[in-house]
């Protein structure tokens, strides 16, 4: 059995997990990143994408995230979402009404600076459409 660690995944609005976990994949800004026990201590922004957590007892979870924050530390794994919800009580109008946030944002922006992060931002959402929404 492999070891465990302690996950926290925080929205907002709620505590949404507080577990063991065996192995958590995070959409991580650099691309997707797997932290398991005794993992380097790490800092990372996360783009919107999936957050699949192995639990100890061998369960497996799907979080859809839309942007945050994980800590990777001596006492565990910590993320802080922007939005965090179940991949079961995620839909397709959620993820259209901030696609087309975003686009309203990009079209008044005038810094190119923040167009590019927005750019970038609304390329990770698309993404998460065309991965999460068959």
Known sequence: MAD?????LVSPERLLVSEQASE????????????MARHAPTMTTLNPGVVAVK??????????VLGGFADIGANGLTVLAESATPVADFNKDILQARIEAAQK???????????????????ALTHLNGAIIA
Request: without cysteine; aromatic residues 8%.
């Open 105 to 123: 944002e990009l079209a008044a922006e005038q810094d190119h600076e923040k167009r590019g992060s927005i750019e970038a931002f609304l390329a």
């Open 4 to 8: 465990s660690f302690n996950f926290e």
């Open 55 to 64: 639990t100890a007892a061998g369960k497996a979870e799907k979080y859809v």
């Open 24 to 35: 958590v994949v995070i959409p991580a800004t650099e691309g997707e990143m797997t932290v």
